[in-house]
């Protein structure tokens, strides 16, 4: 998230703070989802004082905190380089009030699954702050994009969709440092790629160790490989007819060349192709193909070199379609070579050279043979179908469901709501309560903030099936700030209440037959659903009410074997649709887009013909799963309309 929060000074980017005026440095990185995360107090302190030094150089960050042993920041391109991995990510230096939280020291953290504390966003950080100084009873998040509801007095946070609670604490640290006056812009990357002396930095550190790893090896084997026989191409039989080469003779046409130069044992021929031409490979996955055993000994192939190479040249240095040679193709691999995923980092140019660059300096130095290949594409759809060969599905009427535009109803009441599913409880027990966090015998901590004619803030009930007890109020509450759909949901257990709906916006879903088999169901032929939402403006039970939502992806493709079960799962599928639960608007998880329209707990499978991305079949336990969401959200078989 980009933002600027509350407390952060305007234009005040990654260049400089105003003139003479004192503001407080959070050294921040940009994640994958778009987002500026806040390095602690104590490394934005050492990145400082490094800055002070010398603001070309570059800062480690493992010397202030051994969790960020891999990290080094280069200060003139303005990056983050890991060195494990090769990944490369902006970072920036931004500005605040020295009254805000980081001036002050205070961190804003959220509790995550597994127990581990997170800080939030500066710009969140800072919003939260405020709200709590000035004695705000909650905070709605929806303004800087989150769909949370922040409410002090249980010092929790809440998802307003699925009402989901976590505990969130306020924390003092050491306080960010202060600075006063201008620095310098920083520059983009690489760094050290004009004349005079070379960048120091890891990443061209990485480039010079690579090539000289690679022309030590390659000087190696040009000092190990025997010498061509004299006249060998054109050496005659005593009859005076050419005679065919030996074997091991050098043989100039380009086929044979091209099949030797696949088989050279250097690991930097086709890996380091990335350096030259990135543009080439920014989307592509790549294979490394490997000997299956190095230990057992490598039977070396002589090099056979098409031309002599220059002194202290290698493959870094050729064109692109000559280094390209050998990773066109599979073909010229020899059988029985296994294959080592190297996988291209999202991002720019300068992310892929790292990468190649330690694959190439990791193997060259075993003295393997490597070949670069496309690693296989995943297949999302089906062949294609003519309109005669799409049947309907068996045992399910129709082959489309619509959905339109929620209408308000005027109607329930939230303590009408509220009290058909509780009994009352007057001796409660002593233990709290877990929407406000007070205890039972006492009154809901909502005193004061909700007034509901009839419910006084000390009644106590007890829902009906789970048998959890709640002051009444805190349920009034956590009604009144949901989808007020006429149904109550445990925070406990998750029971539900009534017939759940969500907030899916309007759309179609068609569902039919196709004449193909998924992997792992050969026998049976496919049910294709194909779900259709458009943009739209979002409703007043969306995040952002009248503000405009996009649709990523529609319309979207999944697949379900024509089964007993696959079809049980359409049918609830179905169902689940018509209540607008499949879908709702949200942040995407995968592109940090927020206001968009994304997937609610209900997994589906958009993979066609394989299974590279999880999403596709063979999947034995997906129908169990899915079945077993489906019921999370209310939806089963006894109440699921065909």
């Given at each position: 998230m980009a933002r600027a929060g509350p407390g952060a000074v305007p234009g005040a980017g990654l260049g400089f703070p105003p003139q003479n005026v004192a503001r407080v440095v959070v050294w921040e990185w940009l994640n994958e989802h778009g987002r500026w995360r806040p390095y602690t107090a104590t490394v934005s302190h050492h990145i400082e004082s490094v800055l002070k030094e010398d603001a070309r150089g570059s800062v480690v960050l493992g010397q202030v905190d051994a969790q960020l042993v891999p990290y080094i920041i280069d200060l003139q391109s303005m990056h983050q380089f890991r060195q494990d991995t090769g990944t490369m990510r902006p970072v920036r230096r931004n500005f605040f009030e020295p009254s805000s939280a980081p001036g002050k020291g205070i961190v804003w953290e959220w509790e995550a699954d597994g127990g581990a504390w997170t800080a939030y966003d500066m710009d969140v950080c800072i919003t939260i702050q405020n709200a709590y100084e000035k004695r705000h009873p909650w905070l709605d998040l929806s303004s800087l994009g989150f769909c949370y509801l922040i409410i002090f007095g249980s010092m929790s946070q809440m998802n307003r969709q699925t009402r989901r609670r976590r505990r969130l604490r306020r924390r003092l640290?050491?306080?960010?440092?202060?600075?006063?006056?201008?620095?310098?812009?920083?520059?983009?990357?690489?760094?050290?790629?004009?004349?005079?002396?070379?960048?120091?930095?890891?990443?061209?550190?990485?480039?010079?160790?690579?090539?000289a790893a690679s022309n030590a090896v390659l000087a190696s084997q040009r000092r190990r490989a025997p010498p061509p026989p004299p006249d060998a191409a054109n050496a005659r039989a005593p009859d005076g007819t050419p005679r065919a080469p030996d074997a091991g003779a050098r043989v100039p046409d380009s086929a044979a060349a091209a099949a030797a130069r696949a088989l050279r044992p250097s690991a930097t021929f086709a890996g380091a192709a990335l350096w030259a031409a990135p543009a080439a490979t920014t989307t592509t996955t790549t294979t490394a193909e490997v000997p299956a055993s190095a230990s057992a000994g490598l039977a070396r192939t002589p090099s056979v070199p098409d031309a002599a190479p220059a002194p202290g040249q290698n493959n870094l240095n050729r064109p692109g379609p000559q280094r390209a040679t050998g990773a066109s193709s599979r073909a010229s691999i020899p059988p029985g070579v296994p294959a080592l995923p190297v996988k291209n980092l999202n991002g720019t140019g300068p992310v892929h050279p790292a990468l190649a660059g330690m694959t190439g300096i990791l193997l060259c130095a075993a003295g393997l043979p490597v070949c670069l290949t496309r690693a296989p594409k995943p297949v999302l759809h089906p062949p294609p179908v003519s309109k005669s060969d799409v049947k309907p599905v068996p045992g399910v009427p129709g082959v489309c469901r619509k959905t339109k535009k929620k209408h308000l109803k005027k109607s329930k009441n939230p303590e009408d709501v509220v009290r058909r599913y509780m009994q009352k409880v007057k001796n409660p027990p002593d233990e709290d309560c877990t929407i406000c966090m007070e205890r039972l015998v006492t009154a809901s901590g909502y005193e004061g903030v909700l007034r509901h004619k009839g419910v006084r803030p000390e009644l106590v009930g007890r829902l009906g099936r789970c048998g959890h007890i709640y002051h009444l109020l805190c349920l009034v509450a956590m009604y009144s700030n949901g989808n007020k759909d006429g149904s109550l949901q445990c925070p406990t257990c998750k029971a539900i209440y009534g017939e759940k709906t969500g907030t899916q916006p309007p759309g179609k879903m068609e569902f039919h037959l196709i004449p193909h088999s998924l992997p792992g169901f050969a026998d049976t032929q496919t049910i294709r659903i194909v779900y259709d939402i458009p943009t739209g403006i979002q409703g007043p039970e969306h995040p952002n009410p009248g503000k405009k939502f996009t649709a990523r992806g529609f319309p979207r493709h999944c697949y379900l074997p024509n089964n007993e079960k696959g079809r049980k799962v359409l049918r609830l599928l179905i169902t689940a649709w018509e209540r607008r639960l499949i879908f709702t608007i949200g942040t995407s998880s995968t592109t940090g887009e927020s206001d968009t329209v994304v997937w609610n707990e209900i997994h589906h499978k958009t993979e066609f013909g394989s299974n590279l991305t999880g999403h596709g079949y063979p999947d034995a336990s997906y129908l169990d799963n899915v079945l077993a969401e489906l019921t999370a959200q209310g939806v089963s078989e006894a109440p699921a309309k065909a």
């Open positions: 640290d050491l306080a960010y440092p202060l600075t006063v006056g201008a620095v310098p812009r920083s520059q983009s990357w690489p760094v050290g790629a004009g004349p005079g002396r070379p960048c120091s930095c890891a990443q061209c550190l990485l480039v010079d160790c690579t090539r």
